[in-house]
């Protein structure tokens, strides 16, 4: 139950964002005052400066005109509900797939999905990544039967439809965005085995080894998902693509790998 106080705090807080809900008549008589309409344009902006910082891709892709304006509309719609404000916005992919203004740029929720994977893979636990070399000391028997879990700062996705991982990248780094682009469904992996995070194109049936690795399959487990997803999938291939991305966990740091008895 609300203390009078916790009462009071809620409502101011409501009323920062929307002075026309203000029904506790203490908050309703300060949100008459001028100093009100500073006070809650500083908290708008502070809001809104935070989206652009979150979603930077984005707001380059659109312009800083076009995605304060949306972000106006994004802030009073769902407000912060946490303190932090490096994880606020994670509904910005969702607001924007149904923004009119943005729908014909299809591939911007996509776009803004990344910007929010890559704070999380900043954002992620430290861990050392899994030794190619001790792996390949097990026999190709023992491999099939390890479980390696995702590294704790890896993020991946797959789009179906569009391009989105290479409108992403491109502008992320600033490369020549005027290179034709094939339009077909992509993947993208963002990891952070040292210090940096990293990004690398990825295949559907890496997702799917993935996705399998992630509920505790055992290799040979995760390569028959993958196979599934992508009958001709060069899963060899596939598997030391993402040991060379950082995307297990060392057994160093937990029981990652570990071998299922027979």
């Not at 929307?18 to 500073?38: E, G, I, K, N, T």
């Not at 006070?39 to 935070?50: E, G, L, S």
């Amino acid at each position: 139950m609300n203390t009078p106080g916790g009462a009071f705090q809620q409502a101011f807080a409501e009323a920062l964002f929307d002075p026309s809900q203000a029904m506790h008549p203490a908050v309703r008589a300060l949100a008459q005052q001028p100093a009100f309409a500073v006070y809650r344009n500083t908290v708008m902006k502070a809001c809104i400066d935070a989206l652009q910082a979150n979603f930077p891709t984005v707001a380059q892709l659109v312009g800083e005109e076009w995605f304060r304006a949306a972000a106006t509309l994004y802030v009073a719609a769902d407000v912060p509900r946490d303190g932090r404000l490096l994880h606020y916005g994670g509904g910005f992919p969702d607001f924007l797939r149904g923004f009119e203004p943005a729908a014909e740029l299809v591939y911007l929720p996509g776009v803004a999905q990344l910007d929010i994977l890559w704070r999380e893979a900043h954002a992620a636990s430290d861990a050392p990544a899994a030794d190619a070399a001790r792996i390949a000391q097990h026999t190709p028997e023992q491999i099939a039967g390890l479980t390696l879990t995702p590294h704790p700062a890896a993020r991946w996705t797959w789009f179906d439809a569009q391009p989105v991982y290479s409108i992403w990248e491109r502008n992320r780094r600033q490369g020549d965005l005027g290179e034709e682009l094939d339009w077909r469904g992509e993947g993208a992996l963002l990891t952070r085995p040292h210090d940096t995070v990293n990004w690398h194109e990825i295949t559907r049936a890496g997702c799917a080894f993935l996705d399998a690795c992630a509920d505790g399959s055992s290799l040979a487990d995760a390569a028959e998902h993958a196979l599934a997803a992508v009958p001709e999938a060069d899963i060899s291939g596939v598997f030391a693509s993402l040991l060379r991305a950082g995307a297990f966990i060392g057994a160093s740091a937990s029981s990652a790998i570990n071998e299922r008895a027979p």
